[in-house]
């Protein structure tokens, strides 16, 4: 079975096929909300691989989906929302 | 300067850029993180902390609140680590030094200091054409 792996080298340009799979869910991103609701995902060559409520749920439930005639993956993972970011986070000052 | 294609969102409306931490193997954890010019330090998911490369000595915890709403405070740990920013027509940046604050978030947020301040910030959102320059 094929081993997934979340990295490559650091420093070094990534694989063309991350940057497909990750377009793919930014192109497919309402549907796929609308199909697994907020989580993480997991995906490679336009199918997904699995999802979880953590990355790391999200990669194990990937494991048992992985194309048989590939050694190593390296995935696209996100987390999809449809849900707008409120960020504005400061440090507390110390009293 | 370094030219990186930003990527961007109409559905939700935003501005993003792959963002590499260095692993303790030596290899690469990415994935997309929203520019955010409101956030002064850039924000990541805490479980990071079990397998990116960070100087120890910089760790402490620290509280962080939401500017303008009430309660909304919560821990966070800030270290000193090193990104690389990247797009997918293959230019890449050098390591980039940045503090950075980790807590608990699905979101890959990248603020201002070490990181957006560090460059030029381009975003013609009409003609969904974007970028950052790095030195």
Redesign the interface.
Known sequence: MAKLHSSSAYGEPTPKSYFEDMAWIRANRRHLVEQYGDCYIVVYAGKVLGVGQTRLEAFSNSEANLPEELSDIVPAYDYITLKSVFTGFLRRKQS | MTRISL?I?K????AEV?V????T????????A?I?T????S?F?L?LLSFIAFDAHSRQE????????VGQ?FTAIEVQTHI?L?D?Q?N?TK?IPIRA?FADT??W?LGMTDALARGILHIDMPALSSYIEIP
């Open positions: 990527l969102s559905d939700p409306v935003q792959y590499n931490f260095q692993q193997d030596g290899s690469a954890h990415k994935r997309p929203i955010d409101g956030a002064e330090i924000l998911p479980d620290i509280i962080l609140e939401q500017a303008g709403v405070k690389v990247e997918s293959g890449i390591s604050w699905d979101r947020i």
